[in-house]
């Protein structure tokens, strides 16, 4: 039994998975307020969840999962296999993350946004999904980062901006135009350039 793990509604933690308590599994969602017995969190294999963690309902994890401390995870997020979250880092719910991703400490990522496998997301990297902000509108809308491709450290990317496969988003840049794929998008606002042969995937 792990002491000081607090759980609503039901869930679902798989063999061999570590938590460092205090970790908050299931919180409920403003709709599941109320409610009994409604889907927790659904932990694969393996996980490493450490103190301070907050894991929302309705959320989804794949096996080899591991996070820092103070993550937060909104609900009905989906999250793929051997996949890490950094320290303090905030995924607003309504989002799709593959396999194998590395989203580095304090990160933000806002709902409706997608994360395809193997990307990398540096630190403080900051994702939004709303234009013009506080209206919502034209509907949230987040980015969508493609497989492999690489945000560094403190940049920004605007919302509903592509992030093509293997392309290379630099540190502090801030990207307002989808990126080609395997490009390396440098600045504010981010220009684009032929990716480097050294950052080129092998």
Do not use: W
Request: proline letters at 8%; aromatic letters at 6%.
């Amino acid at each position: 039994m792990i002491t000081d793990l607090i759980e609503y509604g039901i869930n679902s933690i798989g063999e061999g998975s570590r938590i460092f308590p205090p970790v908050t599994l299931g919180f409920p969602s403003r709709e599941r307020l109320g409610e009994e017995g409604y889907p927790g969190a659904t932990l694969g294999r393996n996980a490493l969840i450490r103190s301070g963690t907050v894991i929302y309902c309705d959320v989804e994890i794949g096996d080899d999962f591991q996070c820092g401390h103070g993550v937060l995870i909104r609900e009905r997020t989906r999250i793929g296999q051997k996949t890490s979250v950094g320290s303090m880092s905030v995924i607003e719910g309504y989002t799709a993350i593959g396999s194998e991703v590395r989203i580095q400490s304090m990160v933000f990522v806002p709902t409706h946004t997608t994360i395809e496998d193997r990307a990398f997301i540096g630190p403080h990297a900051v994702l939004l999904n709303d234009r013009y902000p506080p209206l919502g509108r034209p509907s949230l809308r987040g980015p969508c980062i493609m497989a492999g491709a690489a945000i560094g450290g403190n940049s920004t990317v605007l919302p509903g901006v592509t992030v093509g496969e293997g392309a290379v988003v630099a540190a502090g840049a801030v990207v307002t135009h989808d990126v080609p794929p395997r490009t390396l998008a440098i600045g504010v606002p981010a220009r684009f350039r032929p990716l480097p042969e050294e950052m080129s995937p092998r």
